[in-house]
């Protein structure tokens, strides 16, 4: 069985898919633009590989997300209407990643015996870190 951490890491990354996938739709600024395209497809491939680890441990996926899927929606959807998509609200979007960072450390720590899990965590995180720090660039 998965454990707990990496099932809400799994649903984290289809929540954070989903509100780049909003964010990009209201942006006007290329690179902004850009990053989320970026950070959509890093989602979308990283969300292919724990998915199929959690089927690989007898576990049933949950595609829809939750309750905060609805809320980052939300929260997207007032900043593109207050003040738009652009890079002033990157700080909010690398906030939210170091989060996610903290999910796939606790994912880590749970799956410390499963040296297959740890490996794919492991290369998404540092991938996650890479990009972060390109946000915080753009930023700056």
Do not use: W
Request: net charge negative.
């Amino acid at each position: 069985m998965a454990g707990e951490r990496l099932k809400e890491l799994h649903t984290a990354l289809v929540h954070t898919r989903a509100a780049y996938e909003l964010a990009l739709k209201d942006t006007d600024d290329e690179e902004v633009g850009r990053i989320y395209k970026e950070m959509i497809s890093l989602r979308h491939t990283d969300h292919r590989e724990l998915h199929q680890s959690l089927i690989l441990a007898g576990e049933v996926p949950d595609e829809n997300g939750s309750f905060m899927s609805v809320v980052h929606e939300t929260v997207v959807g007032v900043r593109a209407a207050l003040t738009g998509i652009s890079k002033k609200t990157l700080p909010a979007f690398v906030s939210g990643e170091e989060n996610i960072v903290e999910e796939y450390n606790d994912a880590l720590r749970e799956a410390s015996g499963d040296p297959n899990v740890t490996g794919i965590l492991t290369h998404q995180k540092e991938n996650l870190l890479t990009k972060i720090a390109e946000m915080r660039k753009v930023c700056a």
